[in-house]
T-cell receptor, first 115, second 114 residues
């Protein structure tokens, strides 16, 4: 079956612009999480959605936002881009809402470069 | 707060050598523990997991045991192959369990030479 699909795979923006990243989870998965991966900070949790509701949010400024649609697809948005937002953004989906019974399946990521 | 500490890389080994990547954690309660692997140019894949103390996770010749007394989850493999070259991440889940949030270590790059 198809894995987690993220679009776009690569994008370049300039400071002050905004960006929207999309994630299509594995069919049947209701949970979608987003992570930011950078060489300096590693993998950091952004937020998690389950059945269209944000269940958890990481320690990121309000410029980072997300949503989940009724078909479980998710988008994240970053407004007023800063140089430090350059990163690989990873989306992960899971069938269950609990990690002790589930597994996260990751997409290949969207690599954002901010100039 | 909850955190994961894993050994700095890179770790460079010859093929068929024994591998250990150390991972320790700090958490309130009883989290589940995971090892994820990221091959070049790919997303993360679950390698193995353990959900309670003394559980041993295993997959593809890799093993890790959930040690509550030492708060550790070290990854081991008896004989590494060139194809094992990747970045390995140790992670823990929120001890409450009602979330898919993971806290990751910084990752350890493993390079296996033929």
């Amino acid at each position: 079956k198809a894995g987690v699909t993220q679009t776009p795979r690569y994008l370049i923006k300039t400071r002050g612009q905004q960006v929207t990243l999309s994630c299509s989870p594995i069919s049947g998965h209701r949970s979608v999480s987003w992570y930011q991966q950078t060489p300096g900070q590693g993998l950091q949790f952004l937020f998690e959605y389950f059945s269209e509701t944000q269940r958890n949010k990481g320690n990121f400024p309000g410029r980072f936002s997300g949503r989940q649609f009724s078909n479980s697809r998710s988008e994240m948005n970053v407004s007023t881009l800063e140089l430090g937002d350059s990163a690989l953004y990873l989306c992960a989906s899971s069938k269950t809402g609990q990690m002790n019974t589930g597994e996260l399946f990751f997409g290949e990521g969207s690599r954002l470069t901010v100039l | 707060g909850n955190s994961v500490t894993q050994m700095e890389g890179p770790v460079t080994l010859s093929e068929e050598a024994f591998l250990t990547i150390n991972c320790t954690y700090t958490a309130t309660g009883y989290p589940s523990l995971f090892w994820y692997v990221q091959y070049p140019g790919e997303g993360l894949q679950l390698l193995l997991k353990a959900t309670k103390a003394d559980d041993k996770g295993s997959n593809k010749g890799f093993e890790a045991t959930y040690r509550k007394e030492t708060t550790s989850f070290h990854l081991e493999k008896g004989s590494v192959q060139v194809s094992d070259s990747a970045v390995y991440f140790c992670a823990l889940s929120d001890p409450g369990g009602a979330t898919n949030k993971l806290i990751f270590g910084t990752g350890t790059l493993l390079a296996v030479q033929p």
